[in-house]
């Protein structure tokens, strides 16, 4: 049973709906507090969570006279505190602070805490029936089936909040389920799209945060750069929307106009298109299940010319391919998946690895994780969380020897 919610249930126009933002200091999280600045007779903020940039938390709480505020790193609680001194903004630290500013009864919950860190305070939002929008791609990646299986039985609304997810989730309103042949999701092809193998291999750290299109955080940037992020978006797109990986397909289009298409039965494919800003699924999800001004560019079809595709390159991105095998390998795998990219992508940062052995240290994680036949279904949040650990001690002990590796 899917949590993904039909059409129903509209707000009336003096309904004031509460929000809390779980990560309200990142990239997602300036987008969504931009629209809820744009309209404060709409939205009251009931929490706000950040990881450890105390000063713009602090701004934030004051300018949304937010209820409760949680700052992941427990030891700037008392730098928090002197902040908000003379405010009723209640103050929290460390990872219960952060589950409480989730499970706080707002009614719509923007999930936004980026990695593993963001599986419980996301659950603790679904738990209790909330609109949660999902930006976290881990919370489907490393737990999918448990997330949505908690999301149903509690009654709470999941609302893909990516750009690629809620293109899906607006064009699969236009069949049934059992009228779906295939959905298609959009790439861009980042920044490394026409580039040499032995190029991509050896790119460094500024080239691939240059993306073409997209304005995002660090990390996101790198996983656009290697494919990665696509390959967690299938992952994502088959928890989401319970699709089989064959249901699945990838097209790169350079120009990030169409952000996803479904395919029926009669041949009818219905796609979603807008500028590049985060903004518009952001503001489609706090809006639902009505529609809210956005502050989106108005998209100029005649300006912009022409519309190109391609199919992917699983040599030259070879984290896409791994995305389809680790979801066809299950019980664990797209767990590993996740976690050994992002100890990658970690070293990758810091200088230790080259771009190209990105995708090889999460290769040989995988199969490391396959030969030790420890594969199981998981079903709670403390199981992804083990695998998960577990994944990135393997990924960091095998990273000596990838890094000596040549392509």
Same mark, same amino acid.
């Given at each position: ?8 249930n ?5 309904d ?6 779980l990560?309200?200091? =990142? ?18 903020v ?5 990881? !450890? /940039?105390?000063?713009a ?7 949304f006279?937010?209820r ?17 001194? =003379? +405010? ?5 630290a ?60 509690a009654g ?10 809620n ?29 040499k ?6 790119? +460094? ?7 073409? /299109? ?15 992020n696509k ?5 994502e ?5 319970a ?12 120009q !990030?106009i ?7 039965s009669?041949?009818?494919?219905m ?15 706090? =809006? ?5 001004n ?40 797209t767990?590993v998946? /996740? ?13 230790k ?6 995708a ?24 992804a969380?083990s695998?998960d ?8 002990a ?10």
């Amino acid at each position: 049973m899917s949590a993904v919610p039909l059409r129903n249930n509209r707000l009336a126009a003096s309904d004031v709906r509460s929000v809390t933002v779980l990560g309200a200091t =990142g990239s997602i999280g300036d987008s969504t507090m931009d629209l809820l600045r744009a309209s404060p007779e709409r939205y009251r903020v009931e929490a706000l969570t950040a990881n !450890s /940039n105390v000063e713009a938390l602090a701004k934030l709480a004051k300018e949304f006279n937010a209820r409760f505020v949680a700052i992941a790193d427990s030891s700037k609680l008392g730098e928090l505190k002197a902040a908000l001194a =003379g +405010t009723s903004t209640e103050c929290g630290a460390g990872e219960s602070a952060v589950i409480e500013a989730g499970a706080r009864p707002a009614d719509w919950v923007m999930a936004a805490v980026s990695g593993a860190a963001g599986l419980k305070p996301a659950l603790a939002a679904v738990d209790r029936g909330a609109h949660v929008a999902l930006a976290n791609k881990e919370c489907l990646v490393c737990a999918g089936d448990f997330f949505m299986q908690r999301a149903a039985k509690a009654g709470a609304c999941i609302l893909p909040a990516d750009s690629e997810h809620n293109a899906l989730f607006q064009a699969l309103a236009s069949g049934n389920r059992d009228e779906l042949v295939r959905v298609i999701i959009t790439a861009s092809g980042g920044p490394f799209r026409t580039w040499k193998p032995a190029d991509i291999e050896q790119a +460094t750290l500024e080239q691939a945060l240059k993306h073409p /299109n997209w304005s995002m955080g660090q990390k996101i940037t790198i996983d656009s750069a290697s494919m990665m992020n696509k390959g967690l978006e299938v992952i994502e797109a088959s928890y989401l929307f319970a699709l089989s990986p064959d249901e699945i397909d990838v097209l790169v289009h350079p120009q !990030s106009i169409i952000h996803g298409m479904v395919e029926f039965s009669d041949r009818s494919v219905m796609a979603q298109l807008g500028a590049p800003d985060m903004r518009t699924p952001i503001a489609h999800c706090l =809006g639902w299940p009505d529609r809210i001004n956005g502050p989106a560019a108005k998209l100029d079809l005649a300006k912009i010319g022409q519309l190109t595709f391609e199919a992917p390159d699983f040599e030259r991105f070879p984290g896409l391919r791994l995305a389809f095998d680790s979801l066809r390998t299950g019980k664990g795998a797209t767990t590993v998946y /996740n976690a050994a990219n992002e100890v990658a992508v970690a070293a990758f940062i810091a200088g230790k690895i080259r771009f190209g052995a990105i995708a090889r240290l999460v290769e040989a994680t995988l199969d490391d994780w396959i030969r030790s036949g420890n594969q199981a279904p998981m079903t709670s949040a403390d199981d992804a969380i083990s695998v998960d650990h577990v994944a990135r001690n393997r990924a960091a002990a095998l990273l000596p020897q990838i890094a000596l590796k040549a392509s």
